[in-house]
C-alpha cells in the first residue's frame, strides 16, 4: 500500500495557504544541540525561502525536531511559476553554486539567442515548477541540511524520522495561537525562562540586538515574518520593506506578540489598538505556570486558559489535520468531505480541554477529536 497523500487546502490554486509543519530527527536523538547545526539549518531555511516564495512566518529549531509556521503563495499543482529570466536567474544564484549558475545562465543566453523560447521556458520550469510548493520547500530543505550534517559529522544514513507532519491553518487567531506555540517550544522544554532568551527561534531572533552585521537580515525577516502573523501588514499583502517591517515592529508588533507569549488568554489576544498604539491596554501577564496543576485541572475535568495550553504539548497542533474556526473546518471539510467516511456530516471537533473566553477570544477546534494524549 503506497503512502496517504498529504491533506492539503482545496484552495490552494486561488489564494495562500498557511502550515503548520513538524519534523523529528531520526531515533528522537539530539543531534541538532550545536550552535552550528542549528543556525546552518536556519541559513538553509533562508535560502529555500528566497527561491522557493513559501514564507517563514515563525519557526523554532530544537535539539531533535523543528517547528514552521509557512505561507504557501497559490499555484495550480506541478505548474511552473511565470518569471523573467533576470528573476529566475537570481534565484538560481542565491540556492546553487556559481558553477551552476553560470552554466544555466549560458544555457538560457544560447536559447535565446538561437530563438528558441520555447526550450527556454522549458528548462525555467524544471525549476520554478517546485516552487510555491510545500512538499518541495520541505523536501528540500531537510535534503540539504542531511547532506550537509552528514558530510560534517561524518556521519551516514537517515537523518530524519520519516514526512513532515503538517496541518492547515487558519490565518488570524488561529495563526496568532500557532505561531506563539511555536515560540514557547523552549519554555515548555526548560530551555529557558523567557522566549525572547532562545536564540534559535522567530520571537528570539526578532528580538537580538542590532549587530551591525549581515546577520541582521535573518532578525529583519523574523520580525517581517511576525507582522504578517499579527496581520499588521495586511494592506499591502503580506509584502513590506525591510525600513518599514522595522517600523511595524517597533510601533505594534512587538509589543502585540508579546501580548500573545505572555497574557493569560482573554480578549486582549486579538484585540485591536486604536490608531497604531497600545494605550489603555490592560494585559494580565502570566508570570509562573505549575504542570502539576494543569494535570489535577484536566484530570477533574476542568478548562485550561489560552495560555495556560500555550505552554502544554497540544497534539491538536501537530496532528489535528486542520486548526482554526468552526466555520473554517466545516467550509473546508464540505469541500473535501469525499476523503473522510460516509457518516461523517461535520468536520470541525472541539477542543474539550480549553476555555475559550470572550467574544473576541473566539473558540478554535480541530479536523481530529484527538483523545489520547491530546494535551500534556
Not at 495550480?76 to 529570466?85: T, Y
Not at 528573476?87 to 544555457?107: C, R, V
Not at 520519516?162 to 487567531?173: A, M, N, P, Q, Y
Amino acid at each position: 500500500m503506497g503512502r496517504q497523500a498529504r491533506f492539503l487546502s482545496p484552495s490552494a490554486e486561488s489564494r495562500a495557504v498557511l502550515y503548520h509543519a513538524i519534523d523529528r530527527v531520526n531515533g528522537r536523538l539530539f543531534l541538532m544541540n550545536e550552535r552550528k547545526t542549528k543556525e546552518k539549518f536556519i541559513q538553509l531555511m533562508r535560502m529555500q525561502e528566497a527561491y522557493s516564495d513559501v514564507r517563514v512566518l515563525s519557526y523554532v529549531i530544537m535539539d531533535n525536531h523543528f517547528h514552521l509556521l509557512l505561507e504557501v503563495p497559490p499555484k495550480k499543482k506541478g505548474a511552473p511559476v511565470i518569471m523573467s529570466d533576470e528573476a529566475f536567474l537570481a534565484k538560481i544564484k542565491a540556492f546553487n553554486s556559481l558553477e551552476y549558475y553560470k552554466d544555466l545562465k549560458q544555457l538560457l543566453a544560447r536559447l535565446r539567442e538561437t530563438g528558441a523560447d520555447k526550450a527556454a521556458e522549458e528548462v525555467k520550469a524544471k525549476h520554478t515548477c517546485r516552487m510555491r510548493d510545500l512538499s518541495c520547500f520541505m523536501q528540500s530543505l531537510k535534503r540539504r541540511f542531511s547532506q550537509w550534517y552528514n558530510k560534517t559529522y561524518s556521519r551516514t544514513g537517515t537523518l530524519w524520522e520519516g514526512r513532515f507532519k503538517s496541518v492547515i491553518v487558519e490565518d488570524g487567531f488561529a495563526a496568532r495561537m500557532i505561531s506563539s506555540y511555536i515560540d514557547l517550544n523552549p519554555v515548555r522544554a526548560g530551555m529557558v525562562k523567557q522566549p525572547e532568551d532562545y536564540r534559535w527561534s522567530s520571537y528570539g531572533e526578532a528580538m537580538k540586538p542590532s549587530l551591525g552585521q549581515k546577520s541582521d537580515c535573518w532578525r529583519t525577516r523574523a520580525r517581517e515574518g511576525l507582522c504578517r502573523v499579527m496581520q499588521l501588514n495586511q494592506e499591502t499583502g503580506g509584502r513590506i520593506s525591510c525600513a518599514d517591517s522595522e517600523v511595524l515592529w517597533q510601533n505594534q508588533g512587538a509589543d502585540w506578540y508579546r501580548i500573545m507569549l505572555y497574557a493569560d488568554g482573554e480578549e486582549v489576544f486579538i484585540s485591536r489598538p486604536k490608531e497604531g498604539v497600545m494605550g489603555g491596554v490592560s494585559v494580565q501577564v502570566k508570570k509562573g505556570f505549575n504542570r502539576k496543576d494543569v494535570s489535577k485541572v484536566l484530570s477533574q475535568g476542568g478548562k485550561l486558559s489560552v495560555g495556560e495550553a500555550l505552554r502544554c504539548k497540544m497534539r491538536y497542533f501537530s496532528d489535528g489535520l486542520v486548526f482554526g474556526t468552526k466555520d473554517f473546518l466545516n467550509d473546508l471539510f464540505k469541500e473535501t468531505k469525499e476523503l473522510f467516511g460516509e457518516k461523517r456530516k461535520s468536520g470541525a471537533r472541539p477542543i474539550r480541554e480549553v476555555g475559550w473566553k470572550g467574544e473576541a477570544n473566539q473558540a478554535l477546534y480541530s479536523m481530529r477529536a484527538l483523545r489520547k494524549d491530546a494535551v500534556e
